[in-house]
């Protein structure tokens, strides 16, 4: 199969637009490749005689007389110049010619000696170099047909606007904009990136005092696109307030989902590939090289390094099984569960405070823009620059973390331009107590097979809660089972207090939802969420609980809490008779419900 590869070298010379890959090259290409094939038959197997050897222990048979790779270094060579051709077109392609290099060392390597893995491992590599040399021209090609982006960091990525947005240039930002009934949604970035916001500005603001209401809404660990929280934001921007969702995850999330869209309808399977054999590689000899490296130990890279890279490798292999397991028996659960691990797997480059630190400047980089926007406009009342904020956070899982991490940055970074984007209050809804916790279970697999620095430079609010000082509101489900009540608040004889009490606040509560099992309503992980039909029912199920649209946990608990607490400056412990408006919900105060198995298991066991 080997001297096939002359033939996909030539096609991706072609590709390249090199002069001599002609029409009667490409079909000479195919002949040179099955007469090599034919060749080495003929030399290496008609009339084969074997006599035993013993490598590394282990009993083998081989040629008597000795083989040397000729027909696989011909391949080598000639993979090799069309590599080096390559590079010298476009400039910057230069993977082809490290492939063929490593390709020809690997098997110039005597078999005697080093046994016959470097020959194999050297041809895999070959393989994948012309892989990802076919998926370059792929992402050029497409790239040239697509319109340039400049998100915040002033890097390129390509979008094109769906119908009903409108797109514009402002203060050297490309942004879409899409006018709705009462409000505008600005968006700018990509969540491939890392960058992407998305803003609603109302038409008729919420004033109180001559300030206006300012809300930053952070969502859950991979739950990147305002789809899983939509209808909650057009609520918000209803009322008038300026909400901004930041994405502070690299993900393969699109930036303008469709309805029915699917993980294939967005990505190719040339993308998939790439992440997976490319851009992971980087990343892995990244985490190696930086750690090891920059300290100077030699040593601890030999030793350390390749374990690091075996973990790695096995545990990404094992996501890969494991998914085309998932979409082989159960089309459904699978559905765009590729976004989900994408995501997993590029959090793995940052540590959670970075995604704090997103958040606050893409708050205080977003406001600055509207401002600035807004002085275009006459009118003094539409005049942004000249108003003054009341400014509040709210997240969920992860990011209700986040949330509650809020102040602490703010601490630790003391920028006179972020005072206005202290929180008045701060209220989440199933909040994770650490940066573990509230992820995929699929993803816990994978965080104990190797290091990173999300594990290594944990978020805890027995740190930030330090330095939370604000009046704190969390509205958590007694039914949650990815962060379990218990959590937050340990039941009697347990000897612990729980992580609420890390909280340094005076002012703050913590409240359990109920399920309703005659109302089919489950207080689980999700309650905040209001769509998640961008994957299957039964992964989601799993995974916080399914959602095809607001529930009672929206209407009768969350959403009333948020409003009281922004429109009447209710406080946390007023919200159970101000804020809540129960028909369907019962919920408790400070302390879950705890089933008689597990009051048992704290008392005996």
Not at 277 to 285: E, K, S
Request: net charge negative; with cysteine.
């Amino acid at each position: 199969m080997i001297p096939l590869f002359i033939v996909v070298a030539i096609e991706l010379a072609y590709r390249s637009q090199a002069k001599w890959a002609t029409k009667w090259v490409r079909v000479f290409s195919w002949l040179l490749a099955f007469g090599l094939s034919a060749f080495d038959v003929i030399r290496n197997f008609i009339g084969l005689t074997l006599k035993p050897e013993i490598f590394a222990n282990v009993l083998r048979y081989v040629s008597v007389e000795p083989q040397i790779p000729i027909m696989t270094i011909i391949v080598n060579l000639f993979v090799l110049a069309v590599g080096i051709g390559i590079w010298v077109i476009t400039k910057n392609w230069r993977w082809l010619f490290i492939g063929s290099v490593v390709a020809l060392i690997g098997n110039a390597l005597p078999s005697s000696q080093f046994g016959t893995l470097p020959g194999s491992a050297s041809e895999a590599v070959l393989a994948l170099s012309l892989l990802l040399t076919q998926y370059n021209f792929e992402d050029v090609e497409g790239f040239e047909k697509e319109e340039q982006l400049q998100d915040l960091t002033g890097s390129f990525a390509s979008i094109t606007a769906p119908e009903g947005w409108e797109e514009t240039n402002y203060s050297g930002y490309q942004i879409f904009v899409k006018e709705e009934e009462e409000y505008t949604i600005y968006q700018t970035g990509t969540h491939q990136k890392g960058d992407f916001v998305r803003i609603y500005v109302p038409e008729k603001p919420y004033e109180e005092n001559g300030k206006v209401k300012v809300i930053t809404y952070l969502h859950g660990f991979a739950l990147c696109m305002p789809k899983f929280y939509e209808r909650h934001l057009e609520e918000l921007a209803k009322q008038g307030y300026y909400i901004f969702f930041p994405d502070y995850q690299k993900s393969d999330y699109p930036n303008f989902p469709k309805d029915t869209e699917t993980y294939s309808d967005n990505r190719t399977l040339r993308a998939t590939f790439r992440y997976w054999l490319f851009d992971v590689g980087v990343l892995l000899i990244t985490l190696i090289l930086r750690q090891k490296i920059n300290t100077k130990e030699l040593k601890k890279l030999i030793e350390d390094g390749i374990l690091v890279a075996l973990r790695f490798i096995l545990g990404t292999l094992f996501f890969v099984v494991v998914i085309n397991i998932v979409f082989l028996f159960n089309r459904e659960y699978g559905k765009n569960l590729i976004s989900m691990i994408t995501t997993v797997i590029a959090s793995l480059r940052s540590a959670p405070i970075e995604w704090l630190k997103q958040s606050v400047e893409t708050t205080e980089i977003g406001w600055e823009k509207l401002c600035e926007y807004s002085k275009q406009v006459d009118k003094d009342d539409l005049n942004l620059s000249k108003k003054e904020v009341d400014f509040y956070v709210f997240g969920h899982s992860l990011g209700g973390l986040l949330a509650l991490s809020w102040p602490y940055y703010l601490q630790q970074n003391k920028d006179p331009k972020l005072e206005k984007f202290y929180p008045k209050q701060i209220m989440t809804a199933d909040p994770a107590p650490n940066t573990i916790m509230g992820i995929p279970t699929i993803a816990v697999w994978v965080l104990g097979i190797f290091r990173f620095p999300f594990a290594t430079q944990p978020l805890k609010i027995e740190e930030t809660g330090k330095s939370l000082n604000v009046p704190v509101a969390i509205l958590h489900g007694n039914s949650d089972k990815i962060v379990k009540p218990t959590e937050w608040v340990k039941p009697p004889f347990s000897q612990e207090k729980g992580a609420f009490f890390n909280i340094i606040s005076t002012d703050k509560k913590i409240y359990f939802s109920l399920s309703n099992k005659e109302e089919k309503l489950t207080a689980d992980h999700n309650q905040s969420v209001t769509n998640t039909t961008y994957y299957g029912d039964g992964f989601m199920e799993n995974f916080g609980g399914d959602k095809d649209g607001p529930n009672a946990y929206n209407f009768e608990y969350i959403w009333p809490a948020l409003k009281a607490v922004i429109n009447r400056n209710v406080q946390p412990h007023q919200l159970e008779v101000d804020g809540f408006e129960l028909k369907e919900l019962e919920v408790v105060e400070n302390e879950p419900i705890v089933s008689k198995s597990f009051w048992s298991f704290l008392n005996f066991g």
